[in-house]
């Protein structure tokens, strides 16, 4: 029965466990929203979420293990676009949309963390799965362009759908993509 317990323990599965995890990732993004520190000390972090240090140590090695589970939570996929260069764009509004507070905190251009690199080699790895490896900097334009247009939506105007961004984000990236990449050989850009 012991043996059980600390198998459970081991593997998060404890409530316990999942609980303190959970306050201390949603203190780390309480305090990412914030904006004072551009990385939270391990003690505010456990003043925030209201546990003890060793719980902190409990579960984390580091500040960084923390944000980096946060992230994990944070599952962004851009899925191929397979309908054009633009095909990925509403999927991932919505995704964004689902962990508004956690995107919100970790796409902030103050915090160090690689959720932004990540979305833009995601979209580049897209982008060429697709059959758009001619779009050279476009790709890298339209990369950029996504995760700036995610900053925006979050940070000046949250309360619009998914689904409205993402069609504007379409309307105005489609012109000019289509001009530079060539048409992308008859596949339509969304």
Do not use: K
Request: hydrophobic share 40%; net charge negative.
């Amino acid at each position: 029965m012991a043996e059980a317990v600390i198998e459970m323990r081991m593997r998060g599965a404890d409530p316990r466990s999942q609980r303190s995890r959970q306050l201390l990732r949603a203190a780390a993004v309480r305090l990412l929203r914030r904006g004072s520190d551009p990385q939270p000390s391990v003690s505010t972090l456990v003043r925030t979420a209201q546990v003890s240090r060793s719980t902190f140590y409990a579960h984390y090695d580091s500040v960084d293990d923390l944000l980096d589970d946060a992230l994990g939570e944070l599952s962004l996929f851009v899925v191929p676009a397979a309908r054009g260069p633009l095909g990925f764009v509403r999927g991932l509004f919505e995704q964004v949309e689902q962990h508004r507070e956690l995107a919100s905190a970790m796409l902030s251009p103050e915090r160090h963390t690689d959720l932004a690199p990540r979305l833009r080699h995601q979209i580049a790895r897209s982008l060429a799965s697709g059959g758009h490896e001619n779009c050279g900097l476009a790709g890298e334009v339209l990369a950029d362009g996504v995760v700036a247009a995610l900053r925006w939506w979050l940070d000046v105007c949250p309360e619009r759908p998914a689904s409205e961004m993402s069609d504007e984000f379409v309307r105005l990236w489609s012109p000019g993509l289509a001009a530079y990449c060539g048409g992308f050989g008859g596949h339509a850009l969304d």
